[in-house]
């Protein structure tokens, strides 16, 4: 989390199948939410997201998520959404020519606040394949109701290849201990890449560098989502196992490890390296809540808040925003209060 010009901000990320509906574009009704418990819970809600990025500007969230155009809510405490309006009216024109067969239903919005605007990237891709872009769109304030709110289309700011052993999907940008910026990504094939920023364009500094492996799977290699956090002297990577997109039947689950370095090496718990599958368990499936991940972490006043979705099975698999407080044990690593026991 970044505070600047009184701004927080925090990112999600998730390649979704661009086939599945998020929810969070359409005509729902605004959902009457009950009061937030201590552990600043939402079960459900009624509130559909899929790949939930969320940011604050003023006294207001703004919710991001997959969907047509990439679908925005704006609430005043997390826990009642506006109806969802759409970033983009039309297809941003590069994405079809670049990506046949995306459409305009754009995968696991990230939002980030540097350079004096705001910074949305977005994953434009096809269900498994890896020809894939990150594209970029930035504004100088994320409330609709000002004379200056613009987005801009940036064009790709990176890309993958047939050729390539990594999907360029799921992007996140983090910061350095200089305040330097990186951009994460990954999905399956080999897994989760960094690679480093230009903080004026938004874009990489060296466009023909290899980005970095961070975090690596056995084939299939089903990791993806990746969320660097800064919390202590370590950089927290948050990724997402296995898959998604099944209603109740997704086996999503999130995992994290750490390092001094924000480009790693991450260990986890037991000290294995998450270029060698590993990564300590924080939440999977809990009750009702099927399949969590796609998460983010956001600083809001003294709490570090988990975010990300879960499939409802009391809502037929829906996908619905869930957020809660992280708690940090004595040596520094995460747990949330709905994992229980089931996370060890």
Known sequence: MVVVLGVSWMAAGHGGDASTDCGCSGTELQVEAKAAPETDS?????VRAHDPAMAKEGRNYYMFCTGPGISVRSSKDRLNWGMPNRIFEKSVPWSASTIPGSRDFYWAPDISFF????HLYFAVSTFGRNRSAIGLATNVTLDPTRPDYKWVDEGPAFQSYPKDNFNAIDPNIAFDEKGQ?????????????ILKIDAATGKPVDPDAAPIGIASRPRPGAIEAP??????KFFYLFTSFDVC???????????VGRS???DGPYLDREGKPMMDNGGTPVLATVGRWHGPGGNSVMRDGRKDLLVYHAY?????????LRIEEIQWDREAWPHV????DTVK
């Open 245 to 255: 997109c099944r209603g109740v039947n997704s086996t999503y689950n999130i995992r």
């Open 337 to 340: 209060p709905s994992a229980g």
């Open 42 to 46: 939402i079960d459900g809600n009624g």
């Open 181 to 193: 910026p990186w951009l994460s990504f990954g999905s399956f094939w080999s897994g989760i890449k």
């Open 115 to 118: 350079n004096h605007k705001w």
């Open 312 to 320: 409802d099975a009391n809502q037929n698999g829906a996908p619905s």
């Open 260 to 262: 001094p370095k924000i």
């Open 227 to 232: 969320f660097i956090y800064r919390h202590g």
